[in-house]
C-alpha cells in the first residue's frame, strides 16, 4: 500500500508554492494557514506573508498589527497571533533556528501533534505520522472503522495506523519515488500522499474510488460502506447571531473601534455594532452610543458570515455625524487609512462595499 501512495504521489502531487522548499519556517506557515482553509484561498496568503517576513526573527520583530493584516480575511486569528508568539520563542531560545527537535516543535505554542508531525515529516524526511481531517477520512474507509474518530482509542488507533505507514516509508530507499525535480524524501512524500489522496480522491462526498491508487487494500469499498464513513456522530447544531453595525462619516473620516484584549479577535477593527436579539430591529437611536446626532439611518449592506458552529448576520447602516464626538473606544480614520487596519473578516467585507460605493 506503501509504495501504491508514493507511485501515485510522484505522479500527481500538485505543485504548490511550499512544496518547493524544505525551510521549516515556510512549511510551518502553509501548515497553520491551511488550518480551516482551501488550498487556493491560502496560497497568495502564503506567498505575500513570505514576501514580508522570511523567517522567524522577521516574525517575531514585527509590530502585532502588521502581523494581523497579513492575516486578514483568512480568520480564526488566533493562529497568528499563535505564530509570532511561536517565533518570539525561536529567536529567545534557538536563536531564531527552527528547532530540530520533535519535542521542541511540539512545545511552540500553537503547534499541536499534527503540525509538529507535518513539519518534521516534510521539512526533515523524519518518521513522524500526521492525522488531519483528510487523513482521517482516508485511514477510516481503508480500514473500515465503524467507531466515531474523535473517540479517544479509536483516535489512537488512527495515530497508529499512520505512524506504521511512514515507518514503512522511511525503510524504502528515496530513490526509489524521488519526485522529478524535488528534493521530497519518502516521510514526507508519504504524509502528504494521505493528505493529498484526502483533498482530492478520497473525498467526503462521492470519493473518486475508481481513479484511487490503494482501493484494492480498501475495506470500506470492499463492505460498500464508503458513504458511511467517517463515522463523526451528530452535527453541532449552528447558532444564529445577528448585529447591526453602523457606517458612520463625519466629512471624509469613518467611525471604527478596535477589539478588546480579551475577546474573540481581540485587538482588530469593526465597525461600531450591536447584537440583536431575536425580534429586535434597528431603531433610530440604536447607536447613540457610539455618537451622537446622526442622520437618519439608512440601509447599507448586508454581510454573512460562518465562523465554528456560528452563523453570523451583520446588517450594516449608513448615516453622517454632526459632530466627530466619539465614545470611548470609537475613533474617527480618515477613510483612504481604513484599509490599513487590520479588520475581522465580516467588518473586512463592509468595508469592500464602503470603498466600492465610494
Ligand atoms: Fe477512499 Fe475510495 Fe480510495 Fe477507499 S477506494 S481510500 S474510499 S477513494
Not at 504521489?9 to 511550499?18: G, I, Q, S, T, V
Not at 525561536?90 to 501533534?113: S, T
Not at 458511511?228 to 458612520?248: D, E, K, M, Y
Not at 487596519?341 to 470603498?355: C, D, E, G, N, V
Amino acid at each position: 500500500m506503501v509504495s501504491s501512495l508514493l507511485r501515485w504521489f510522484k505522479k500527481n502531487a500538485r505543485d504548490l508554492p511550499w512544496r518547493r522548499t524544505r525551510d521549516p519556517y515556510a512549511i510551518w506557515i502553509s501548515e497553520i494557514m491551511l488550518q480551516q482553509t482551501q488550498v487556493k484561498t491560502v496560497i497568495p496568503y502564503w506567498e505575500r506573508w513570505m514576501r514580508e517576513l522570511p523567517d522567524a526573527t522577521a516574525l517575531a520583530a514585527a509590530p502585532e498589527q502588521r502581523v494581523l493584516k497579513l492575516w486578514e480575511g483568512l480568520g480564526y486569528y488566533t493562529r497568528a497571533r499563535n505564530l509570532q508568539k511561536a517565533a518570539r520563542s525561536i529567536v529567545e531560545q534557538f536563536n531564531g533556528e527552527f528547532p530540530r527537535d520533535f519535542d521542541a516543535v511540539l512545545a511552540l505554542p500553537g503547534v499541536g501533534r499534527y503540525t509538529a508531525g507535518a513539519i518534521y515529516s516534510i521539512a526533515f524526511n523524519q518518521p513522524a505520522p500526521i492525522l488531519d481531517g483528510n487523513v482521517i477520512r482516508v485511514l477510516t474507509r481503508l480500514h473500515a472503522i465503524h467507531q466515531n474518530p474523535r473517540e479517544k482509542q479509536v483516535n489512537e488507533r488512527l495515530w497508529q495506523l499512520a505512524a506504521s505507514l511512514v515507518a514503512t516509508a522511511a525503510a524504502i530507499p528515496n530513490s526509489e519515488f524521488r519526485i522529478p525535480n524535488s528534493i521530497t524524501g519518502n516521510c514526507s512524500a508519504l504524509n502528504q500522499s494521505l493528505m493529498e489522496l484526502g483533498a482530492t480522491v478520497c473525498t467526503p462526498r462521492s470519493p473518486k474510488c475508481g481513479e484511487c491508487p490503494v482501493r484494492p487494500h480498501c475495506d470500506a469499498l470492499a463492505q460498500n460502506l464508503v458513504e458511511q464513513l467517517p463515522n463523526i456522530g451528530a452535527r453541532t447544531v449552528a447558532t444564529q447571531r445577528r448585529f447591526a453595525a453602523l457606517v458612520a462619516t463625519h466629512g471624509d473620516r469613518v467611525l471604527v473601534r478596535q477589539r478588546p484584549g480579551d475577546v474573540v479577535n481581540a485587538r482588530l477593527w469593526e465597525f461600531p455594532n450591536v447584537e440583536l436579539t431575536n425580534g429586535d430591529t434597528v431603531a433610530p437611536n440604536s447607536f447613540a452610543q457610539f455618537t451622537p446626532r446622526l442622520s437618519p439611518l439608512a440601509s447599507f449592506c448586508t454581510i454573512r458570515h460562518t465562523i465554528t458552529r456560528y452563523r453570523i448576520t451583520v446588517e450594516a447602516f449608513r448615516a453622517d455625524a454632526e459632530s466627530a464626538r466619539a465614545a470611548d473606544g470609537c475613533v474617527w480614520i480618515p477613510r483612504s487609512e481604513l484599509e490599513h487596519l487590520p479588520f475581522t473578516s465580516a467588518h473586512a467585507k463592509i468595508r469592500s462595499k464602503l470603498f466600492e460605493s465610494s
